[in-house]
């Protein structure tokens, strides 16, 4: 009996060893996954995180961003107070190559409601009342910029006259940007009109009387009306188009995201060469004083050796990252000479399971090697994504044409075409099939409304 408690008491052990096991590797292939599919700024991220939280990490930061550091990996805070002084010498790394001094502002991001709120109290300092009504109609407008409550309510809401209301939502209506405050769309555009010195003739007829039309592109009805030639309406119709519909859908997107590539390619002696950009990405590796843990109690040897473990396998998810994605857009170089040498006209089929049979690696890999990440090329950024195009239709020869060709050829139709008789999809369908792209012409539409051009009857101009 006590033998077989022995035996069942073994088993389990060993059962419970190699379930830990297994979870720890699946802990450790979930996070080589995640960091195969982050960005370089996202890594850079990680990588600190990870830095802070495992003491036997060491952590070396690019040579830009060294001046900050000292040689512990603490801050430099004299180089730091330097730098975010601004009145003193700049670290090195952040002047250009004549060592230049200057002051950068920050570029300021205000919401719609903050850039109107400041002109709101620069002209209603005197009267506490007016600006508080002006406050209540700046809160009330939408994204667009428009009042999206009626002014009865806007008076009713605050205590005031109607008229006291309006005169207010003048004044509003006279600030920066143009247009805004208005009630409707023509209010919205004749604003704007008016600031210009255009409101008037057939530009102001179009605003008032004929913005179905315009949106309907019947700009022979709008001539009739006005007993103009079709022509007249034609530049009438353009001037108002470069006025904005939406004069607040400018304000509130935040700061600008930047990209930041994640890969090189550079034409050498040798043809496209690839780089894995790292130049902002601290590198690792493991610390001298934890590699001999024989004078530390078992304890704190067996913490250290899992921390040693984690730091091993991070190191060595961050190596495998850099060679996967180096591997595939290598290949994906290989692939397309056609495209580097001539253009994304010549971009040809491909596909994530093309390039993931060729380099030996799940598809799924590819998919992630490329996600979140962009390439700098000669002719400038583009997402890695971008190489993977769909598959749209045959040739007459019977070779596939990619998306990315019908929609280069479509775009090269349009804009060869007379614009007194623009091309229908149908034609543009003919035009296609004459050579060799055979696309339907529902396809053709999507295109055509993905490059962002219209339908041939308003594109049609007089």
């Known amino acids: 009996m006590r033998r077989l408690k022995e035996g069942v008491s073994a088993i389990e052990q060993s059962l419970g060893m190699n379930l830990s096991q297994h979870l720890a590797m699946t802990m450790q292939l979930q996070q080589a996954i995640q960091i195969l599919q982050l960005s370089s700024q996202d890594l850079c991220a990680v990588i600190e995180k990870e830095y802070l939280e495992n003491p036997v990490l060491e952590m070396e930061y690019p040579t830009g961003r060294r001046e900050l550091y000292e040689q512990d990996g603490s801050?430099?805070?004299?180089?730091?107070?330097?730098?975010?002084?601004?009145?003193?010498?700049?670290?090195?790394?952040?002047?250009?190559?004549?060592?230049?001094?200057?002051?950068?502002?920050?570029?300021?991001h205000m919401t719609l409601e903050e850039e109107l709120l400041e002109q709101v109290n620069f002209t209603f300092k005197e009267s506490e009342s007016e600006r508080a009504v002006a406050t209540f109609l700046v809160g009330s407008l939408d994204s667009r910029g428009y009042l999206a409550l009626p002014t009865t309510e806007a008076a009713r809401a605050m205590g005031c006259s109607e008229a006291e209301v309006l005169r207010i939502l003048a004044v509003i209506q006279g600030f920066e940007p143009a247009g805004v405050g208005a009630r409707d769309l023509a209010e919205c555009l004749r604003l704007q009109a008016e600031r210009q010195g255009i409101y008037e003739g057939l530009v102001a007829a179009v605003i008032d009387r004929h913005?179905?039309?315009?949106?309907?592109?019947?700009?022979?009805?709008?001539?009739?009306?006005?007993?103009?030639?079709?022509?007249?309406?034609?530049?009438?119709?353009?001037?108002?188009?470069?006025?904005?519909?939406?004069?607040?859908?400018?304000?509130?997107?935040?700061?600008?995201?930047?990209?930041?590539?994640?890969?090189?390619i550079r034409k050498g002696e040798h043809g496209y060469e690839v780089e894995v950009e790292e130049s902002d990405v601290p590198q690792l590796h493991i610390s001298a004083l934890y590699r001999q843990s024989d004078t530390f109690d078992k304890a704190t040897q067996k913490y250290i050796?899992?921390?040693?473990?984690?730091?091993?396998?991070?190191?060595?998810?961050?190596?495998?990252?850099?060679?996967?994605?180096?591997?595939?857009?290598?290949?994906?170089?290989?692939?397309?000479?056609?495209?580097?040498?001539?253009?994304?006209?010549?971009?040809?089929?491909?596909?994530?399971?093309?390039?993931?049979?060729?380099?030996?690696?799940?598809?799924?890999?590819?998919?992630?090697a490329v996600a979140n990440k962009y390439v700098e090329l000669p002719t400038g950024i583009r997402a890695l994504r971008s190489f993977f195009t769909a598959r749209s239709a045959r040739g007459e020869a019977g070779e596939d044409v990619a998306a990315a060709q019908a929609k280069s050829a479509i775009e090269a139709l349009i804009k060869g075409e007379n614009p007194k008789k623009p091309l229908s999809d149908q034609k543009l369908c003919t035009l296609l099939k004459s050579k060799g792209i055979a696309l339907s012409r529902r396809t053709v539409m999507k295109y055509r409304e993905q490059l962002g051009y219209d339908s041939s009857v308003k594109r049609k101009r007089y």
């Open 75 to 108: 801050m430099n805070v004299r180089a730091l107070a330097d730098y975010l002084d601004g009145g003193s010498k700049q670290p090195a790394y952040f002047t250009d190559e004549d060592d230049h001094q200057f002051d950068a502002a920050e570029p300021l």
């Open 211 to 264: 913005l179905d039309e315009v949106a309907a592109h019947r700009l022979k009805e709008i001539a009739a009306a006005e007993h103009v030639e079709p022509a007249a309406v034609q530049m009438a119709v353009d001037i108002v188009r470069r006025l904005s519909p939406k004069p607040g859908a400018a304000y509130g997107a935040g700061a600008p995201a930047y990209i930041t590539p994640d890969v090189i």
């Open 305 to 368: 050796a899992n921390r040693l473990h984690a730091a091993s396998w991070l190191i060595n998810s961050i190596e495998q990252r850099r060679t996967t994605i180096r591997r595939v857009v290598e290949e994906i170089v290989r692939r397309q000479p056609a495209y580097f040498e001539k253009g994304p006209a010549f971009l040809q089929p491909m596909t994530m399971k093309d390039v993931a049979d060729t380099i030996g690696v799940h598809e799924s890999t590819v998919s992630r």
